[in-house]
């Protein structure tokens, strides 16, 4: 018998440690000898004890329970009978202690577990019930418990922890809803209240003076949100029915002994603090107010938080009528603050307060304040309702996951963003429930105990590795929270929505109208068609452009051309259709939104480029995607896509979009000043050595594949004039010679032929027409100019210059530089031309009268006719000539001496001459200034025109929208003109004094 008693204890153990018991022996024990001794081995107790959180915690709950029950017997053929009763009540007691310690106090009330139904109880059954259990009538108006003595409170108590009891069951069975737990909460929080204030009625004396009270529920309470243990926060407002005065220490009294019947202790515990400190003044203040003086605190006293606050306050109990009056009344403040100075700030503020406060040591496993936490899921939320709530009713809910429903219905929230949030708050609100369940104590961090980890993880669902699972799942939705709130809480868009007035964030047609028309539209009826366009419709498209296009209105007036501007949005957001990311990166991505608007609205150039790629809008939500790309990355991708290509025609079609689309990171970084003049022309520079680098191996292909052999000499093409300097402007052609060398073996005319033909080929690519802006290559500076052949080789070269070179001839050199093709031809060219362009002996006095005569011939011949030599950017006094030349005719003469001097760009070589001792540095300062304005001007006629154009616009519009582009403030056109002459007439008086001598 031993034996066999010993296999069986055996066996019992074991199936107990698999059912998840952590003291399987004891609980063995338990079993044996306890009141569960005849079910020891039955199935239905076994499984079920194992399908909880914690099976020990409930297996001593149940033996507690059994003994406590006058009728043992008759609650172990019900579980035994009723599965539905016997899962609910040990999920109970496999999770909360207290609720174990309740029973064991009043085994009776096992039985509200047992009804067999699923629902739950409404605010108003609630109330009846626990007004019926302090002895009160729910249907009179102003209900009174019996008496106020020890027996009311610890009759309050037992009831809210019966109801308490039904509602954690139906929790943690999966028979409620999250949202029928949190409301059920806050519903059995008001029928507490309005139980207490029925208790506290009873405790009035008999003159006391009648008043109304009623009782403003706050925070998570008003939001029908509410967690098992939690502060009940609440507001109080009074209204006489006589003497006021009297009134208020009447309600008063009833608000202090309300307070009192929640929180004290008694033999049946507490049940929780209700917290006033949400009222005016905070706990200095009086803790009841009349209605109007709480409105006269609003409108003049209160700070952002409170109304921030207010969102939430909702009657849960008292005189109904009377709260109802005063959420009326404090809603027009609620949804008007975002208007007040600083209050996105203000908002964003309190929160990082919030989380300076956390103690250190609870930091990391703070559920509710710290980063990750739901209040970053709240407060995100509720600035989201406050700036966007004004304009838009629907998203005024008090419950959190409601107005996240409403946020991303209406696009202010992107749908994967608020699902995210959604299922992440969900879990971290049940994280906190059966934390607080196990002792219904008021805490909101993770414990870090083993054994609590383990009955959470069970609780939640996670059983193969309990801690394992629970600890990844939480620290999952905490980063995914802190990432969303960092996007959503200081999403810069919610600024500017702030700042503006509540019809213009609706726009309205008659509000539009209006603000067109204040803002400078020219075309204020064009600009309605636009935004109709854009924002008529129910779909989402048109409901995220309702919340954009209020604000951008603003950002495009803020440029030059805001009725371009608007056209170039639609039709951008029309091209892109329904292309899934492009409105949430502008209402989500940073400065994107701003950034579009004031780039279109700058000009025709930008516009015209983002219309033939409007992709290129995800780059402005990075300064990163901004910066210029590397020659190096542009020529692999250029060449890979040259490579890809069927025709020579495909392939530099895809090298001119590749450019377009640099051109386009170029022009936005520079209207928002991210670059500076060099880097500008460094950037275009690249790009196009890049596509003419492309266009070249796209001709030779196109050569090779007719012949069908490989080329017979290898070309390099040499950059000239502003493409050589790295000083190329939007408008830019790209000046260029053609060099080769006949392969060994191959006949000098056939290799001339051939290169002349891929030379041609090239010009002939690059210049198609196309959607994309063409590129002219210019070879005009060669030898003999356009009279000369367009290809010479190496050997036609060296003897040409070694002959006949000219002095203009050595100075157009001073800027030639290898950019694509064979890099041996090109580095032999450059050898050749060396002392062409750096004289070893410097000039003649001769050759300096020269290079003066000819640019002196150039100042009265080409400059336009009836041009204003003020005014022209590139011949004109103290323009990009009279700097380059000047700087040109100090390389010819020092250059063989200072070798630092052999650079093709006009400002490193001005830097180097001033560095030498060669000119003043004031005189060098001087003529920088005046070469990177001119050279800023020219960009920006081509930026506003979406055409080049040498000289300030006479044109006003066009002149504002110049001095609009280089920072000059609306109105000051004319600052940019005196600017421009004052610092061109300094530059000419030193051209006078250094190259005219």
Known sequence: MTVGHDARASSLASRLARLGF???????RLLATGPLADQAGEAWLLDALGAVADPDLALTGLIRLLEADPEPDRLVAALAADASLRERLLAVLGVSAALGDHLARHPEDWRVLGDGGTGLPDAAELRAELLRAVGADPDQAQPRAADAGPGALDALRRAYRRALLALAARDLTGQATFAEVTGGLADLAGATLEAALAIARAGLPDDAEPCRLAVIGMGKTGGRELNYVSDVDVIFVAEPLQDEAGALRTATALAAALM????????EGAIWPVDAALRPEGKAGPLVRTLESHRAYYERWAKTWEFQALLKARPVAGDRELGERYVATVAPLVWSAAQRENFVADVQAMRRRVEEHIPAKQADRQLKLGPGGLRDVEFSVQLLQLVHGRADPTLRSPNTLTALAELARGGY???ADAAELDEAYRFLRSVEHRIQLYRLRRTHTVPDREQDLRRIGRSLGFRTDPVGEFETAWRRHAREVRRLHEKLFYRPLLVA??????????????????????????????????????????????????TLLPVMLGWFADAHDPDGGLLAFRKVSEALGSTPWYLRVLRDEGATAERMARILACGKLPADLLLRAPEAVAMLADDEELRPRSRSALLTEVQAAVRRATSPEQAVATARAIRRRELFRLVAADALGLLDI?????????????????????ATAAWEAEHGRALPTRIAVIAMGRFGGHELQYGSDADVMFVHEPLPGASEHEASQAAHTVANELRRLLQLPATDPPLKVDADLRPEGRQGPLVRTLASYEAYYR?????????????????AGDPRVGERFTRIIAPVRWPEHGLTEAEVREIRRIKARVEAERLPRGADPTRHTKLGRGGLADVEWTVQLIQLRHAAAVPELRTTRTLAALRVA???????????????????????????????????GDSLPTDLRECAGVARFLGYPPGRTGDLLEDYRRVTRRARSVVERVFYA
């Not at 309205?508 to 008529?536: C, F, K, N, Q, V």
């Not at 006949?804 to 050199?813: F, G, P």
């Open 22 to 28: 952590t003291e399987p022996a004891r609980a063995e």
């Open 260 to 267: 009192r019947a929640c929180s004290e202790t008694t033999g």
């Open 413 to 415: 929230v992107g749908r």
């Open 497 to 546: 929505v702030a700042r503006l007035e509540p019809g213009e964030a609706r726009l309205t047609p008659e509000a539009a109208r209006a603000r067109l028309e204040a803002l400078g539209y020219a075309d204020s009826a064009g600009a309605l068609r636009h935004i109709e366009a854009l924002t008529t419709g129910v779909s989402r498209r048109a409901a995220i452009q309702r």
């Open 678 to 698: 060099e880097a500008v022309g460094q950037g275009i520079t690249d790009v196009t050595a890049a596509v003419v680098a492309g266009a070249l191996d796209a």
């Open 803 to 819: 002959r006949w070179a000219h002095v203009w001839e050595s100075q157009a050199l001073l800027r030639a530089e290898f950019v």
């Open 914 to 948: 001033v560095a030498a001792g060669l000119l003043d540095p004031a005189d060098g300062d001087t003529l920088a200034e005046a070469w990177r304005l001119a050279s800023r001007v020219r960009n920006a006629i081509m930026v506003v025109r979406g055409r080049a």
